[in-house]
């Protein structure tokens, strides 16, 4: 299974420079020169600075406009890059990691998602954003509602990760996104390092592949773990996994079309039957009825970890939620603008100029008396008649 992580804007190349940092094949792209240097694990050779002529290497500001346009722009650079890391091995999944609310991530992303699904078209493109946070207002929730309609045409499955849903409150915001983009990457690569290792009932790219082509639909990865000596009933830490609290969007799981449960522990605790019991009762709750599964018995293991993927879901709060403030939002400041047009208009109609007013100053002849008085004593042309006519 070959997976490239390709991290879009500052909050999209932190999880990309996170997963580098577990060994992942990682990518990092921004309008930002400042943030692609802050970086620590993606090596220089691949962060790639697109938009330089239009943002002076300083950012979009929040508009996604100008991140879309900076994508655009320097596509062939970012493809022909990518083209050389992939090399002659095919990528079975193309990850694009990228904070919803922002101008690089949300306007580049799917530009260089609907790039690669047509130069890749066996590859998958998953999106993995994260959701901004209520108290952002409006512009973020505006930029988020626009990029998940143009992901939703373009990208396989959307991860959507919601900063509302993870973030504890009183911590600090800097602190609060470390945390919430190592949950990301633990999540993701928990599942990712668990895909094609030999064994029986074991998953293969094939089968994830299989779950994540969705027709753009949202996903959600859920996890749960516990150290060995304390799970008296593994059921009970599967299902912990696809509960409220062990996803990181607000979602209706019973929505989901497919899922995918991976389970790694040590041998002794993996009972067939507390496994069966819970995923079953998975298999009953969501709508599409199948649930792929993975047991990977490991005797040096003393934790137990449940990754769960969840996928094809259409019925999720956290998206409703941003949907909607987004139309509210986007409806009251095209009328607060028209009304202002108006008002304006209404207002200043009416107003004399200043020649209606003033009189001409004095001593200074307007340029049409001047002119006149210049050209008093030339002939008409056309009274001049040539020699012998
Ligand atoms: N989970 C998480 N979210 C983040 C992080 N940084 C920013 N965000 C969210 O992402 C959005 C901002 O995206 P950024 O990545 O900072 O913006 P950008 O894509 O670099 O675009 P510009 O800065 O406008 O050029 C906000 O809605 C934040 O809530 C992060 O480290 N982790
Ligand atoms: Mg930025």
Redesign the pocket.
Known sequence: MRALIIG?????T??ADLFSLVDFDAVAI???KG?LDYLKHIPPERRILIGESITGGK?????PLL?MRAMKDDLPLVMRKIGSIIGYEDVDIFFLT?????????GGTPVLAEALKEEYPDSLVVAIG?L??KE?GIR?TINAAITLEKLSKVADSIIA?D?NKLKEGGEDISKA?EK??YTIVERIASLLALIDVPGEQTLDASDLKFVLKAFGSFATVGYAKAEAAKVRNLSRLIIKSFESEGLYLEANIESALYGLVAIHGPPELLKAKEIFEALEYLTGKIRGKQIFRGFYPDPREREVEVVTLLTGIYDSKSIEDIIKTAKEYAKSFIRAKEEAEHKKRELLTGLPDFEDIYPSPEGIPDLKSVLEEINKDVPDISRIRRKGE
Request: charged content about 10%; glycine content about 24%.
């Open positions: 879009v804007g500052q909050c999209g932190k999880i921004n309008t930002s943030d950012g979009v500001n929040a508009n991140g990228f904070g919803f609310g922002g101008g690089t991530g949300a994260a901004p946070l952002e973020p990760i900063n996104y919430i983009n």
